[in-house]
Nanobody, 120 residues
Framework: QVQLVESGGGLVQAGGSLRLSCAAS????????MGWFRQAPGKEREFVAA????????YYPDSVKGRFTISRDNAKNTVYLQMNSLKPEDTAVYYC?????????????WGQGTQVTVSS
């Protein structure tokens, strides 16, 4: 079992940056592919970024590619999402995702979410 706790959300102006963190409990964190998803009001939850357990490969949808960067520190059981050049359409609740099956981008564990609001 893995528990995920996000932090770092908030209000930022368009063009600004935020860094989200996700602290994970459990000894097997370093063996899990990790990811971030988001859900805007009235929309389905969507994939934002993923990183394999070694940290050697990352995945992004076109909507955030070049602006968002996912990274991890296995010694700290933490995964990060650096978000730059934020746009109002990035406004959503961001969820940390654990034990992601990369082929279908489906996680086994979810955090509680952190709100990101980008003002125009």
């Amino acid at each position: 079992q893995v528990q995920l706790v996000e932090s770092g959300g908030g209000l930022v102006q368009a063009g600004g940056s935020l860094r989200l963190s996700c602290a994970a409990s459990g000894r097997t964190f370093s063996r899990y592919n990790m990811g971030w998803f988001r859900q805007a009001p009235g929309k389905e939850r969507e994939f934002v970024a993923a990183i394999i357990w070694t940290g050697g490969r990352t995945y992004y949808p076109d909507s955030v590619k070049g602006r968002f960067t996912i990274s991890r520190d296995n010694a700290k059981n933490t995964v990060y999402l650096q978000m730059n050049s934020l746009k109002p359409e990035d406004t959503a609740v961001y969820y940390c995702a654990g034990d992601v099956t990369i082929q279908i981008m489906t996680p086994h564990y979810w955090g509680q979410g952190t709100q990101v609001t980008v003002s125009s």
